[in-house]
């Protein structure tokens, strides 16, 4: 991280979660930097250009105001390009990875309910002419996605409920908006309300309910982690027996150097892993150390695994929750 400006890397540290829900959220960041609210929209800015932030705005909890799948096809290495074209080109499609495995093209899709998931994954197939792996999730044990720059991780283990009772009608559109991002200007959420003819005031209420409610997991600067060294990524799957999920995936959840840990839906006689966790590391070492404590927690002592490091990511943004692209 010697290559960021100080400054930069406070800001980047700082700022990944509890974004100021204020009329000017820039300022508040602002005086704690010891800059102006120009310089902040400015630095922001120029990170952003620079692709080492992908916005400032939030993370959806999935399957709340949206339905989201993480799905893969095994594509032969002659078609990769060609078949991650065509999964990319879905609006929907907000993250996509080449991974080290037979089954080597992974995505993560999103749409705004199940009628409208089932149809993308279906035209996927139709286009790319491989059947799909379809890995609901099931229950996650952390999702909390932050990436410290300075020091090691702290786990953060996502142990809070989510009460999908609030959800309203008019939520979704605020909650697409947040995916997209918030405009760098001195009252973003000013602007955003604006765009959504709404006003200030209930949006940033909103927001807050939503936040309380864990149906945003996350408000603040959304980093791009491979921009920012976290270059060497391995997602694990373990064939973990379902009655001690909970428990292994508790332990994964607070693992230093775990980023995600979640319970998906195996695929009999295909794919029988339930247990996932995600390890983001400087290094291939570093991850391997990572997965080295992994594999000597009690609960997942001998148990089967894949280890899946990405080679090449060709899509990254936030989730869609509308139709509109």
Sequence with gaps: MDRIDPIDLALLDGFQRDLPLESHPYARIAAGLGLTETEVIDRLSRLQAAGRIARVGGTVRPNTAGASTLAALAV???????????????????????????WNLWFVATAPDAEALAAMLARIETASGLPLLDLRLIRPFNID??????????????????????LRADDKPLLDALCRGLDLTPRPYATLALRLGRDENSVLSRIGVLLAAGILTRLGVIVRHRALGFTSNAMVVWDVPEAATLAAGQ???????VTLAYERRPVAGVWPYRLYCMIHARSRAA?????????????????????LFSTRCFKQSGARLSEAA
């Design 76 to 102: 032969p290495e002659d078609r990769i390009d060609e078949v991650a074209a065509i999964v990319g080109a879905e609006a929907g499609v907000n993250h996509s990875y080449q991974r080290e495995n037979d």
């Design 145 to 166: 996605l932050g990436f410290p720059l300075r020091g090691d991780r702290v786990a953060m283990p996502g142990k809070r409920g989510v009460e999908t009772a609030v």
């Design 251 to 257: 332990a994964l959840a607070a693992l230093p150097g």
């Design 287 to 307: 991850a391997e150390e990572v997965l080295a404590s992994a594999r000597a927690l009690p609960a997942l002592t001998g148990i089967d695994h894949r280890v």
